[in-house]
């Protein structure tokens, strides 16, 4: 690869570039999916409720429309691809957007949830918001002569135009692209690499390898691109969403949607503290939080709050939200990641897999008109990026959730109460704020003075960071989680595949490290956790 010159000041800005792109591939997936387009008017009415909810609790708090717009427009992307050789470009591709590789996920290895595929993330370094999750199909997880059709098939097809490689190369060279020629790459992935055709190829494989439960593999390697399997938005409070999409979708009625959305924003009344605020909406610094006046005792009362529900019952039975009356495969049962008052990583919910029509030619030039259900509607809400410590007290806890979920897989719909309850219990030894978790090592924090910390430095008494927070002589705040869990990655894949997992069916199936990945792709994959420790410890330093 050739050394990039120095950037030049006429240069598209690589995030603007991010930004563009994102927001073309969202309008894309919404002509595309029109479900996917209502349900992010229904995160959107979700989140200005939240807001209103907010400005009651802290007078003072506001939020102008582009501001509600940023904190709404969060995306983040998945896309399935078939050759080392398209995936290495797909690399390059989303460099000239700002975007590096965030650890090595090998999801073939993730106990009975494992699929055929090991993936990276790719976001920015630094304050990402967005990010596309890229997954490569293992064909050595085949049997030989599967192995030898799937790799057959994937060679015929061109999913980077000459003009897209030409683009990515000529910003390799300079160190960028002009607006001009951005334009034209951010169009060559609206237009090709990331666009659904409804166009695939070979039936009879295709038939065979969802039947052998390999449908990730079908999806890949029948398909002419790498297409978008779904593009997240972000929601401020998960469960009034989910509520939300459900009695949009029909699954519960107005009697059942009131106390479940009572629920949600009780919890949120009662968890979202400054630090919530501070995690959750970026435009507003730690000054502008603490000049917020403390909220009144009758500020969200029940009888306020479902005022508020039954306004959002109205607005969810005007006909541009009866979502019931489109095409659709319902919604997840239950939500991926820790439990609703754990703020800690990311939860996950989705509607699932629409089956879409698709043309398939096979091999033989006959044409035969069929269905094909992967693209999904996914929704996510993070928290608190975790230290090994606190990862490894998460995977402790799920993994207690999991066995009560297997168990009783009904029980959140036959007593969503109960199921929260439980949900709850699995959950309890991790702390509920932000100075606990910070306190006992299990999440990252970023560190600064406060005037009064400067002006009494030499009399604070201690170097204790948690103590100086406690004495207002510095202030903290928790690092976001911006990464992905592969045990929620994999539960969404199976809840929308109705597959939970696959064995692999080759005699011997070879390790993949990220070590190999890196020589794969042609770049370092950047260690997620090494990043958020930096960011603590130079903030501690300074």
Not at 84 to 110: C, I, K
Not at 167 to 175: F, I, N
Not at 345 to 365: H, S
Request: negative net charge.
């Amino acid at each position: 690869m050739a050394h990039a010159a120095a950037p030049s000041a006429e240069f598209a800005d690589k995030i603007q570039m991010q930004h563009r792109l994102f927001s073309e591939l969202s309008a894309l997936l919404g002509r595309e999916v029109p479900l996917y387009e209502q349900s992010l008017l229904v995160n959107r009415i979700c989140n200005t409720a939240v807001c209103t909810l907010l400005s009651r609790l802290y007078r003072g708090f506001s939020i102008a429309t582009d501001q509600l717009d940023k904190a709404c427009g969060e995306r983040h992307g998945a896309i399935r691809v078939g050759r080392p050789d398209e995936y290495r470009w797909v690399t390059r591709f989303l460099a000239a957007f700002a975007m590096e590789p965030h650890n090595f996920y090998d999801m073939s290895r993730v106990g009975a949830k494992s699929q055929p595929i090991i993936a990276t993330a790719f976001r920015s370094i630094l304050n990402p918001e967005h990010r596309l999750f890229c997954s490569l199909l293992i064909t050595d997880f085949f049997d030989d002569s599967t192995k030898a059709r799937v790799e057959s098939l994937l060679a015929t097809r061109q999913v980077f135009s000459d003009r897209a490689k030409a683009l990515v190369e000529k910003g390799e060279r300079q160190g960028g692209l002009d607006w001009n020629d951005a334009n034209d790459l951010i169009r060559e992935g609206t237009e090709r690499i990331f666009a659904w055709t409804g166009k695939a190829a070979n039936h009879q494989l295709y038939t065979e390898l969802c039947n052998s439960g390999f449908k990730i593999g079908a999806d890949i390697a029948c398909f002419r691109s790498h297409h978008l399997n779904h593009l997240t938005p972000n929601t401020l409070c998960m469960d009034l969403y989910t509520t939300s999409m459900k009695h949009c979708m029909g699954e519960i009625n107005a009697d059942e949607f009131r106390p479940r959305a009572l629920a949600a924003l009780r919890h949120l009344v009662t968890f979202a503290d400054r630090d919530w605020l501070r995690l959750h909406f970026r435009h507003l610094t730690n000054d502008m939080i603490d000049g917020f006046a403390p909220p009144s005792p009758d500020a969200a009362s029940d009888a306020s709050l479902l005022a508020m529900i039954d306004e959002l019952i109205a607005r969810f039975a005007q006909p541009d939200l009866r979502l019931d009356d489109m095409p659709h495969s319902g919604f997840k049962d239950t939500t991926e990641g820790p439990s609703h008052d754990t703020p800690v990583l990311l939860r996950q919910d989705a509607y699932k897999a629409l089956t879409e029509a698709v043309q398939f030619t096979n091999p033989d030039g006959s044409v035969l008109d069929s269905v094909h259900t992967a693209r999904f509607g996914e929704i996510e809400q993070r928290f608190y990026a975790t230290t090994p410590a606190g990862l490894e007290l998460y995977n402790q806890c799920l993994a207690k959730a999991e066995v009560t979920r297997g168990g009783d897989p009904d029980l959140a719909d036959r007593d969503f109460n109960a199921y929260l309850t439980a949900e709850r219990s699995h959950f309890a030894p991790f702390p509920k704020s932000l100075r606990e978790l910070l306190r006992q090592g299990l999440v990252y924090g970023r560190y600064s003075a406060t005037p009064a910390g400067i002006a009494q430095a030499a009399r604070a008494g201690t170097t204790d960071r948690h103590e100086l927070v406690r004495l207002g002589f510095a202030r903290v705040e928790g690092l976001r989680f911006e990464d992905f869990l592969p045990v929620s990655a994999a539960g969404i894949f199976a809840s929308n595949l109705q597959q939970y997992g696959t064995r692999a069916t080759a005699a011997n199936t070879p390790r993949h490290t990220r070590q190999s990945f890196e020589q794969l792709i042609g770049r370092p994959v950047i260690e997620a956790d090494d990043v958020y420790r930096a960011l603590e410890a130079i903030s501690i330093i300074e």
